[in-house]
C-alpha cells in the first residue's frame, strides 16, 4: 500500500474533478502492474495498471488507495467491475470513495464477483494524500494549504517590504514542491501588485506542473490599471470562462470572494500571501494544512498576519497538529493540519 | 569535567562578580570532593572540594572548569596554592582565566609546585556555562539573555493585549529555570505597568533562586504615578543604590539606559519584554542568547518585535547559531546563540 500511496501522489495537484489513485498489481510475490490517475482524472489508476499487467492481472492482488468505482462514465470504464473481469483476485483498499455514485458499491461489485476485498489499510495515511478530493466530497470545497515563510519574530518582510529573501535556497525549493502537488496557487492583491509573483514551478523535469494561478481581489478595480509596472500575464479572466488551460500560460484567474474557492478547477489549493489574504482564510476557517517555513533571523518588521479578531487566547489553542517538522538547511519546515480536519 | 560543569551551573545567577566554577576532586577513580563557587562568589569551588575530601585530596586529580585563581584576597585563599599544598598531583581546567589577576599565573602557579596541569578540556562547554563571567571579562557587562515566548505567527498577545497564555505548562515551568539561571531579569515599561510581572521563580525548591528584578524606562516619571492599579512592590531604588539584598524582596532596580546594565551586579541578565525592550536590545546589539517558546497557535495579534531598522534582509542573516530545539508539551523551545558570541 506504501507504493500505491508513492503512486497515487504523482496525480496529486492534477486530477480534478477525480481523486489521485494510486495501484500497485502484485502476483507471485512480484509487481506486474502500477497505475496512478492520470491529469484531467482520466484514465484511472486502475486502468492504467490492468493495462500494464495484462494477463498477469489473473489471479493476482490489487493495492488501491480509494475504493474502485462501480459508475460507468461516457470518460472510461468502471473499475470494479473491470478489474472483476480482468480475473484479479483480491483487492486491499485504503479507504471507501465517499462519492455517493460508488459509497459501497465498488466493494459490492467485486464481491459479489467473488473477488476478496479487504478494506481500510494505512487508511489516514490515504485520507492525507486523497485529502483534495475527500474535502471536496464533504465541504463542497478544495482543500486549502497555507504556506508562510517567516523570521522567528512572525515576519514575512522587513518594514520597508524587503521580503527576498526571508528563507534560503533549500526552503525555496521546497516551496516549489509544494506548488507542484497543488492544483492552484492563491494570492491577494497586495502580493500580486508588490511582488508580481510567477508562482510557477521552476524545478527541473516539473516545470509543466505550474499550477492554476489565481487572485483574489475584493475591489472592483482591475489591477494594475491605470499605472505600475506590468506584470508577466496577459490578461485576466472571471472565474466563469477559467479553464484547465490556463495552467502554464500567462493567465490569471480572478475570484472577488473567498467561497469562490469552491468554483476552481482544483482538489488542493495553495495560498501563498500576503497577510491579509492568509487572515481571511484564517478567519473563515477555511485553512486546512499550514506549511511553515522559519528562518533563524529576527527583523521586527512586516507581521505574516493581519489581526485574526481573536477576543480570547483559549480560542486559539488546540486547532494546529504538528505533523512534519525538520530542517531545509538553517531554516525550519514545519506542518501542522487543522486538528480534526476531515471526518474518520 | 562533565561532573564539574554540572556543578558550576548549581552557582549560576548567584556568583556576581565571580565566575561560577565547578571542582570534582578524583583519587583511585573515586569521587573524594566536590565544589562549587557560593552564592556571592565566596567560598570558590576548590576551596569547597577541598574541604571535602581532606587527606584524600592528597595525590588526587582536581577537574575545574576554570583556571584556580593565583591572587589572594581579603575574602579568601587563592585556589592554585591551595590544591598544591593539599597535595593534588594533577589539575585537569577546561579555560584559562582571563581575569588579568589571574590569566595564567593559577596555571603557572601549581606547574611550579610541581602540579601536572592539563588545560583546555571541554572548552566550548565551560565557555557557555561561565559566559556571564566571560562576557563581563571581555566586554565589560553582563551576559544578555533575550527570552521570547510567541505564536507561530511571531506574537505576544492578541490585538487586545491579551498575553495568558500564549504557550503551555511545560514552557511556562521552563522560563522559571530560565529565571533561576540568571542574576537579574529586566523588563521594559510597558510590560512593568501592563503586566506587573512578579518575576519570580515559582519552581518547588528553588524560590530563593529568584533574581534580581530591573525596569528599564526611559522616562523620567515614577512607573504608576497618577493612577493605575498599584503592583506588588514597595519601591524602586535608582541603580546607584542597588543591593543583592533587594533580591527576593518585592523591590526594583531602575535604569534608564541600555549602558546601565554594565552596573548591575550580575553576570548574566534575562530579557523578558516587551516588544520594544527586546527590539532595544537588539538594535544594541546586546543579545548574546535567545531563548525562544513557540506556541503551535495563530493570532495575527501584537508583534513579538518592534522595527529593529533594518534596511535589507541580508543584514539579518547568520547572525544566530541553533544551539538547543526540542518540545516542551505542544510548544517548540529553541536556544540561538549569536555567532561568535565570545573570543575563542
Not at 205 to 214: C, D, I, K, Y
Request: overall charge neutral; aromatic content about 4%; proline content about 6%.
Amino acid at each position: 500500500m506504501g507504493a500505491a500511496l508513492a503512486l497515487s501522489e504523482r496525480g496529486r495537484g492534477r486530477t480534478f474533478p477525480n481523486p489521485n489513485v494510486g495501484c500497485v498489481i502484485v502476483k507471485d510475490d512480484r509487481v506486474v502492474g502500477r497505475g496512478w490517475t492520470q491529469p484531467g482524472g482520466r484514465p484511472h489508476a486502475e486502468g492504467m495498471a490492468l493495462l500494464e499487467a495484462g494477463d498477469a492481472a489473473r489471479g493476482a492482488t490489487a493495492f488501491v488507495t480509494l475504493e474502485p468505482c462501480a459508475h460507468p462514465s461516457p470518460r472510461g470504464p468502471a473499475c470494479a467491475p473491470s478489474l472483476a473481469e480482468a480475473g484479479i483476485k483480491r483487492v486491499v483498499a485504503a479507504l471507501g470513495d465517499p462519492d455517493p455514485r460508488t459509497c459501497g458499491r465498488g466493494f459490492h461489485a467485486l464481491r459479489s464477483a467473488g473477488v476478496v476485498v479487504i478494506e481500510d489499510v494505512c487508511a489516514d495515511d490515504a485520507r492525507r494524500a486523497m485529502a483534495g478530493f475527500l474535502t471536496r466530497q464533504h465541504f463542497g470545497r478544495p482543500h486549502v494549504t497555507l504556506k508562510l515563510a517567516v523570521s522567528l519574530d512572525g515576519c514575512i518582510a522587513l518594514a520597508n517590504g524587503e521580503s527576498r529573501w526571508i528563507t534560503g535556497e533549500a526552503a525555496r525549493a521546497h516551496v516549489h514542491v509544494e506548488r507542484a502537488r497543488h492544483d492552484a496557487i492563491l494570492v491577494g492583491r497586495g502580493t500580486f501588485e508588490a511582488d508580481a509573483p510567477k508562482l510557477d514551478v521552476r524545478l527541473a523535469g516539473l516545470e509543466e506542473r505550474s499550477p492554476l494561478r489565481v487572485l483574489l481581489s475584493t475591489q472592483s478595480r482591475h489591477p494594475r490599471e491605470g499605472g505600475g509596472p506590468s506584470p508577466a500575464l496577459t490578461h485576466l479572466r472571471e472565474d466563469e470562462q477559467m479553464d484547465s488551460r490556463l495552467r502554464g500560460n500567462d493567465e490569471w484567474v480572478l475570484i472577488n470572494t473567498l467561497d469562490k474557492i469552491a468554483t476552481l478547477p482544483a482538489n488542493h489549493i495553495l495560498v501563498e500571501g500576503g497577510a491579509q489574504t492568509a487572515a481571511s482564510f484564517l478567519k473563515a476557517d477555511l485553512v486546512d494544512r499550514l506549511v511553515l517555513y522559519t528562518a533563524p533571523i529576527l527583523i521586527g518588521g512586516k507581521p505574516a498576519l493581519d489581526d485574526l479578531g481573536l477576543t480570547e487566547l483559549s480560542l486559539a489553542h488546540g486547532r494546529w497538529d504538528l505533523t512534519e517538522s525538520r530542517m531545509l538547511g538553517v531554516d525550519r519546515l514545519q506542518v501542522y493540519e487543522r486538528t480534526a480536519c476531515l471526518p474518520a
